[in-house]
């Protein structure tokens, strides 16, 4: 347990852990019959369960308590005024302001950002139209049936998200191809499925200098000019995305194909930005735009709600509350709808790439747990695999349930079903089946009392497992959008709490630079010699089979 030491009133909530931990959900929940109506609520179209938590009045008073003490009120105003809030790289944080629809204005070192946004949803919408009318042609003068996204990181992952959470928007005749890692197995498989003449590249990079992003797209222009595209047509082909315009233009992207990025949009936030193109061209403008309200609607309930009835805020504390005061180590996401099932990438790189930090603003280093380790997938096929852990294994797992009430596809009785599931694994996590429960089971079941001993113990399962059930109607565009926004927030939330920086990712930095030394090895001649004896031998196993 690594409490939050640095203010005052976490000593109130290690008081409260300790009571906590001698206490059962499942005594809770037969203690208050209106526990259910205290710990819900509903906001931007999410309902939120979180009374199967191992909370009381006390906790969530002295939850807000603490985040009062870290200011996070002030933080969250810090946020949406635009003040660089990112303050190792000395940025503002605004992805706020691309899912803003309000008339006001949005200011960054003085100018209103707000024009420029809608010019980039303007030019989104033209593109994207273009393309839909087959108005857009490639060089033997066909429309785009293919679209390739080319991009990493945050310039794949939270797209790939929303694109899959809309499938039921999607519109027809256009495939969507992802590619983003180096690894060429990838970039060639996507090859054999498109059309040289009917495919559009989209590079989409925050820097323009992404290794894995640089090569594919290349990789890209290669293919485009072998398999007949004249070196001038390339620009038929291609869109940029980028805050680094020059780079584009030395890569060879027409100007007219480019469009902006900026630097107060950090890359893991950067879905709502011109990086959603890819989103816009799958799903439609109109669409995407919905999605933008939906994330807007959340934005409004976490700036404007009070912090005892906003919802970022209580899921936010909510973690702290077991990572810093339980132990727990990890936090498992799992949506019972397929359309759903990227989130747990998406968040693991917006998650853990934002607060796996233990630096403070002042340089000192912390003495607590920051960033939980986020993992997760979809039910009910987790059920079938790792749920057994969750409910009698030794560790503390958290779980979010998203579960909508309504089915995009409501074939015969399946919807149903699968609500029941997600509904009995969060009924299961909280309570539990006692010893008394599974003696009085097997007996029931004429077992012998030899084997009523030896059974037992194996069939217990422990219960008072927290969970939290996420209940959207349906995933409609502005459902994702919240649903996106109300986890951004939620990190936010938890890194003013940890007082790191939840806006840089300088621990990537040097897988970066030593990958560099490390192909310039494996490219030179002779043996390496001059790593450590790890590198030097593999190193040269690789040129061993590849000279
Ligand atoms: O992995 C580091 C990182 O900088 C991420 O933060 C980012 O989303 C990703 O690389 C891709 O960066 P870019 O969009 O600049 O290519």
Redesign the pocket.
């Known amino acids: 347990m690594t409490p939050l030491s640095h203010l005052s009133s976490s000593s109130k909530l290690v008081e409260l852990q300790e009571q906590m931990a001698g206490t059962h959900l499942r005594d809770l929940f037969a203690a208050d019959a209106g526990r259910f109506d205290k710990y819900t609520m509903e906001a931007a179209g999410l309902f939120l369960d979180y009374s199967k938590n191992l909370i009381n009045d006390d906790v969530m008073a002295a939850l807000v308590k603490i985040a009062e003490e870290a200011k996070l009120p002030e933080a969250i105003k810090s946020m949406f005024s635009g003040d660089k809030i990112n303050y190792t790289e000395k940025r503002a944080v605004l992805h706020t302001a691309l899912r803003n629809f309000d008339d006001n204005p949005v200011l960054v070192d003085g100018e209103d950002v707000m024009p420029k946004i809608r010019d980039t949803h303007k030019r989104m919408r033209e593109i994207t139209e273009q393309v839909h009318s087959g108005d857009w042609k490639g060089f033997t003068g066909k429309p785009v049936k293919h679209i390739v996204n080319i991009?990493?990181?945050?310039?794949y992952l939270g797209l790939k998200t929303a694109i899959n959470a809309l499938t039921p928007y999607h519109v027809e005749g256009l495939e969507h191809h992802y590619v983003a890692n180096i690894d060429p197995n990838e970039i060639c498989e996507v090859f054999k499925k498109i059309d040289p003449e009917t495919t559009l590249f989209i590079v989409?990079?925050?820097?323009?200098?992404?290794l894995e992003?640089l090569q594919n797209a290349q990789a890209a222009r290669s293919w485009m000019l072998e398999k007949g595209c004249a070196e001038t047509d390339i620009r038929k082909h291609f869109v940029a995305i980028?805050t680094n315009l020059k780079a584009i233009d030395q890569f060879g992207i027409a100007q007219e194909n480019t469009l902006p990025l900026w630097d107060w949009v950090?890359?893991?936030y950067?879905l709502w930005s011109t990086?959603g193109l890819m989103t816009s061209l799958v799903v439609g403008f109109d669409n995407f735009e919905r999605l933008l309200k939906g994330a807007g609607e959340m934005d409004k309930h976490f700036a404007e709600a009070p912090l005892e009835k906003n919802m970022p805020v209580i899921l936010g504390m909510l973690g702290i509350w077991y990572q810093n005061y339980f132990g727990a180590e990890s936090q498992a996401v799992i949506s019972y709808d397929y359309f759903l099932r990227d989130l747990p990438s998406h968040l693991q790189?917006m998650d853990m790439?934002s607060n796996g930090k233990r630096t403070r603003q002042d340089g000192s280093t912390v003495e607590y747990q920051t960033g939980a380790v986020i993992w997760g997938g979809t039910g009910t096929n987790d059920q079938h695999a790792y749920h057994q852990l969750i409910h009698q294994g030794t560790r503390l797992i958290p779980v979010d349930f998203i579960a909508p009430t309504t089915s995009h596809n409501p074939l015969g009785e399946q919807h149903p079903w699968l609500f029941a599931n997600a509904l009995a694994q969060s009924q299961a996590m909280m309570q539990g089946k006692t010893e008394e429960e599974v003696r009085a089971e097997l007996i029931a079941a004429g077992k012998p009392a030899e084997e009523v001993d030896a059974l037992a113990p194996h069939k217990v399962i422990p219960g008072n497992r927290p969970n939290n059930m996420i209940v959207p109607e349906k995933v409609t565009p502005e459902v994702a959008g919240a649903l996106l926004a109300m986890y951004e927030q939620k990190v936010y939330v938890q890194g003013t709490l940890w007082q790191v920086n939840p806006f840089d990712?300088w621990g990537?930095e040097l897988g970066k630079v030593l990958g560099n030394q490390v192909y310039d090895r494996l490219k030179a001649e002779g043996q390496t010699v001059d790593q450590d004896s790890s590198t030097n031998g593999l190193v040269n196993r690789f040129k061993q089979f590849n000279s």
């Open positions: 991009g990493i990181g945050g310039s989409a990079s925050k820097s323009f200098g992404t992003t980028s950090g890359g893991r950067s990086i790189q790439e990712q990537v």
